[in-house]
C-alpha cells in the first residue's frame, strides 16, 4: 500500500559535498516496513511536475521518523538542498518492492555491497540484517574520500571495506577489487544485495547470477512510480523474444540477479 502525506522536514544536514541527509517525520513512517523501498517526493516548485524518487535510508518506527540520503543532482535536489527543519514535503510512500531478507536465516551471513548514491538503503538493510542476527560484510565503493559517508554507522553493524577510485581512502580501485580480495579468503555468503551504479551492478550480477539468494536494486528515470505510466521499463532476461519487461518503480527496484537486463 501506498499513501500520500506531507511530511515534515525533522532535521537535514550536509554529510559530503553535494550530499544531504534529510529526516521526515509523519503518520507514514508506520507503512515503511522494508529496506529498499523509496519515497517518492513532489518538488515545491510548480514547474517540476515529476516527483523525484529517494530511497529510505533508514526507518524509526518509535520516532515516526525516516531519512533520506541525497545527492544534488539537477533541480529537484537542489531545491530539497535549500530546505529547512519545519518545512513540509508531499511525499507518497513507501513505494516499490524492497529486499527480501526472508532468505537468510539467524547465524548466517550476508554481502552488502554499494557504490556511491547507492549506499544509502543499504544501511536501514543492514539494521534490519543484524536485528535478525546475521553476520553482514560491507564493500562499499566512492569516488573520493570526500564523498564517504556514514562509514561509522555501518562499522557498528559490520566489517566495512572500502575503495576509492582515486586511492584517497582505503583500497585503491573499485568495489569489483574489494570483492576479490573478499573471494580469496574463502568468504561465502549465504545473500548478497547490491546498490549502486550499473556497471557495479552488471559486475555483481554476473558474478552473483547462479547465487540463489542475490539481489540488486536497480535505478531509472521514473515518472508516476506507482506502475502506471511505463517510463521505467527495463527488459527481462532469457527471454528470446526481448518483448518481455519489467517496470521498475512496482515490480523492483530490487531483483534477483539474473531476472532482468541491466
Ligand atoms: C528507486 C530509486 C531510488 C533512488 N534513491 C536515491 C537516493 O537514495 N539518493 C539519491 O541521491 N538519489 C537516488 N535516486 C536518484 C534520484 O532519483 C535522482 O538523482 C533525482 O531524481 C534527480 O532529480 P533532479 O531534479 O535533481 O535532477 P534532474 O536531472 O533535473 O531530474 C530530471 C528528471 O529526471 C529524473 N532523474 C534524474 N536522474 C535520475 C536517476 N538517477 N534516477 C531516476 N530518475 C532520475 C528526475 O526524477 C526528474 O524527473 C534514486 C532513483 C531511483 C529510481
Ligand atoms: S514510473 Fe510510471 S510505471 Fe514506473
Do not use: W
Not at 554476473?206 to 536494486?217: D, L
Amino acid at each position: 500500500m501506498h499513501l500520500q502525506e506531507e511530511m515534515r522536514i525533522v532535521s537535514q544536514h550536509k554529510l559530503a559535498p553535494a550530499i544531504f541527509e534529510m529526516k521526515l517525520a509523519g503518520k507514514l513512517v508506520k507503512e515503511m516496513k522494508q529496506a529498499g523501498q523509496f519515497l517518492h517526493l513532489r518538488v515545491p516548485c510548480p514547474d517540476l511536475l515529476l516527483r523525484r524518487p529517494i530511497s529510505l535510508a533508514e526507518i524509526d518506527l518509535k520516532l515516526s521518523t525516516c531519512t533520506i540520503i541525497y545527492r544534488v543532482e539537477g533541480c529537484g535536489t537542489e531545491y530539497f538542498s535549500k530546505m529547512k527543519q519545519g518545512d513540509t514535503l508531499d511525499i507518497l510512500a513507501p513505494l516499490g518492492n524492497g529486499f527480501d531478507i526472508s532468505v537468510v536465516k539467524p547465524g548466517k551471513s550476508a554481502l552488502i555491497i554499494g557504490g556511491g548514491i547507492g549506499v544509502p538503503p543499504l544501511y536501514e538493510l543492514s539494521k534490519k540484517l543484524i536485528t535478525k542476527s546475521v553476520k553482514v560484510v560491507h564493500l562499499f565503493g566512492f569516488a573520493t574520500k570526500e564523498v564517504i559517508f556514514y562509514e561509522e554507522k555501518f562499522r557498528v553493524l559490520g566489517e566495512v571495506r572500502i575503495s576509492t577510485d582515486d586511492g584517497s581512502y582505503g583500497v585503491h580501485g573499485h568495489v569489483g577489487d574489494l570483492l576479490e580480495k573478499l573471494e580469496a579468503e574463502n568468504f561465502t555468503p549465504d545473500a548478497v544485495y547490491a546498490c549502486g551504479a550499473s556497471g557495479m551492478l552488471k559486475m555483481v550480477d554476473k558474478k552473483f547470477a547462479m547465487h540463489p539468494y542475490a539481489f540488486i536494486s536497480l535505478e531509472s528515470r521514473m515518472a508516476c512510480g506507482v506502475g502506471a505510466c511505463y517510463a521505467c521499463v527495463c527488459h527481462k532476461n532469457r527471454d528470446p523474444t526481448g518483448t518481455k519487461s519489467c517496470k521498475v518503480c512496482d515490480q523492483g527496484p530490487v531483483f534477483k540477479t539474473g531476472e532482468v537486463v541491466i
